[in-house]
């Protein structure tokens, strides 16, 4: 019989469930979507269903072994990732409810749920040494902040809580029963400290947290383990009936998902122009968008989270930043220009998206992608609808726009997209910036996500930072990540450092314009930083 040598990648983002099968050498072979329900509550309560999420999985599985046309006999481990949101479970299994008391099935405060802001602020104002690997300031999209929202304001169930998870913990205990805990959820998301693999009771004391210190913090977890760890017996006869695929299957300790997406770009083998596992930077573009930098010393950045030891490649520290709104932002700016109902019928007509209807209208009126940026000249957005999460670590930061007129056409829309997507660029580069004064060297962008796919996306944000652009050949990084830690799980490669140079693979390259261009977005970035500043005057 032969051996199974296919590997099932699950990624969970904020609107669906994902699955994704591959082969040794990191080939898509197969894929299926299924959407998630977002429940948006009061005017920061953002929550989601645990077992929704489940199922949303379980049927993406079976269409994408249906598609694939694969026995459940092929796959020989499974990986997740999930985005960074707080899962709440009781002592019997059963969902939690983190909102309103009657809708339990609600167990799930989403990561960009801001509830926990005034929380955040508090625990910020103590400075303890802990938010040193945060860059000095928690964000209220971390875990302790909601947990302590949690407390305090619906004390009851978090008395009555048995587990705490981080979402992409969640579902490996889901699958296996294992309550062991990845050491990038915990690390970068909870305050644990990876390079000393251990949690700081001191902090928990000083805010207000103490259950969990004295339960020795049996309910976040009590075992924490690197990514791709084989975790328990595998698939429970339970999970894989509902998977429809072979109990036992090794379930490898996952991911966030943006840190699955950097192990899907960053680790393949260099080719000399392309940088390598330390000069590149992650540019994972989704509905919000993540930066991550790998070094080999720790270096500390305000404004940016981490250094965080082995939380994405293995033995190296990570700086991760990024935009709280990134391709959420730009679906918000355009849906406030008049245009925006026309473009999109047109859009839907031609069988294209609206932003990708956009970008092929932007590079039509322009002589190629890096002058269609000319097309937003005199329009300057800073797109902080939901703060700024890096470099200010600022979630009270708001969006501003400087430059209307009262063109009311589709080519007054165009502008509008072309200028949001700058403005994206200008903010990656202001987080270059700052990490490049703390000796963080950054010669490549890898750039993934569904928002990020465009030729004219890329070429704008080469320009606007001024650093060359790659794009990792697969079109599905994310789910090539969590596929690489089921192939480890299942001893197909000795460890991700294995994985990554042997199933991770380059594509394009996009390199910063010449000639007059690099000065139009200097000026252009002034403006930005003079807006930003602007609005913290305002407020």
């Known amino acids: 019989m032969t051996q199974p040598n296919l590997f099932i990648g699950i990624d969970v983002g904020t609107g669906s469930a994902r699955a994704g099968l591959f082969d040794m050498a990191g080939t898509l072979l197969a894929s299926a979507k299924t959407d998630i329900t977002i429940y948006r509550g009061e005017a920061d309560f953002v929550e989601q269903s645990g077992n929704e999420i489940w199922q949303a999985i379980c049927t993406s599985i079976r269409k994408m072994l249906a598609e694939a046309s694969v026995p459940p006999a092929a796959v020989a481990g499974i990986g997740f990732d999930a985005t960074c949101s707080l899962v709440v479970i009781g002592g019997d299994g059963e969902p939690l409810p983190v909102g309103d008391p009657l809708l339990p099935e609600r167990n799930i405060i989403v990561w960009m749920d801001h509830r926990a802001n005034d929380q955040a602020k508090r625990i910020n104002a103590m400075g303890h040494a802990v938010l040193r690997y945060v860059g000095n300031r928690i964000s209220p999209e971390m875990e302790t902040p909601k947990l302590l929202w949690l407390k305090e304001n619906r004390p009851e169930i978090f008395a009555k809580s048995a587990h705490f998870f981080d979402l992409t913990d969640y579902l490996t205990w889901r699958s296996t029963g294992s309550t062991d805990r990845s050491i990038c959820t915990v690390t970068c998301k909870w305050t644990y400290l990876g390079h000393e693999r251990r949690w700081d009771d001191s902090y928990f004391r000083q805010i207000g947290l103490d259950e969990l210190a004295d339960e020795a913090f049996a309910r976040i977890g009590t075992t924490v383990v690197d990514a791709g760890t084989a975790l328990a017996s595998g698939l429970t006869s339970g999970a894989a009936q509902d998977m429809g695929l072979i109990a036992g299957t090794p379930v490898a300790a996952g991911l966030i998902d943006a840190h699955a997406g950097g192990l899907g770009t960053v680790g393949a083998a260099s080719n000399g122009d392309n940088g390598t596992v330390t000069s590149r930077l992650a540019y994972v573009f989704g509905t919000s968008a993540c930066t991550m930098v790998s070094t080999v010393e720790p270096a500390f950045v305000p404004g940016v989270w981490g250094p965080y030891f082995s939380a994405m490649v293995p033995g190296l520290w990570l700086n991760e930043a990024g935009q709280s709104a990134a391709g959420a932002a730009i679906d918000h700016l355009i849906s406030m220009h008049p245009a925006t109902p026309e473009a999109r019928l047109i859009a839907k007509e031609s069988g294209k998206s609206l932003t990708a209807w956009l970008a ?175 609005g913290r005057k305002i407020r």
Do not use: W
Not at 375 to 388: K, R, S, T
């Open 360 to 534: 092929d209208a932007a590079l039509a009126l322009a002589k190629d992608a890096s002058q269609a940026a000319e097309l937003a000249d005199g329009l300057h957005v800073v797109p902080e609808f939901l703060g700024n999460r890096a470099p200010f670590a600022d979630p009270d930061a708001r969006a501003l726009v400087a430059g209307l007129d009262m063109d009311v056409s589709v080519a007054g829309l165009i502008r509008h997209y072309v200028a949001g997507i700058c403005s994206l660029g200008y903010g990656l580069r202001q987080i270059i910036e700052v990490q490049r004064e703390a000796g963080v060297e950054v010669d490549t962008i890898v750039i993934s996500g569904g928002a990020g796919q465009h030729p004219l996306v890329r070429q704008l944000i080469a320009d606007t930072t001024n650093v060359k652009v790659a794009s990792p050949k697969t079109d599905e990084p994310v789910l090539l990540g969590s596929a690489m830690l089921g192939a480890v799980a299942a001893r197909h490669f000795a460890d991700l450092t294995h994985a990554m140079a042997s199933m991770a693979a380059m594509g394009n390259l996009h390199i910063p314009v010449e000639g007059k261009l690099p000065g139009f977005h200097d000026k252009r970035y002034g403006v930005f930083k003079l807006l930003q500043e602007t």
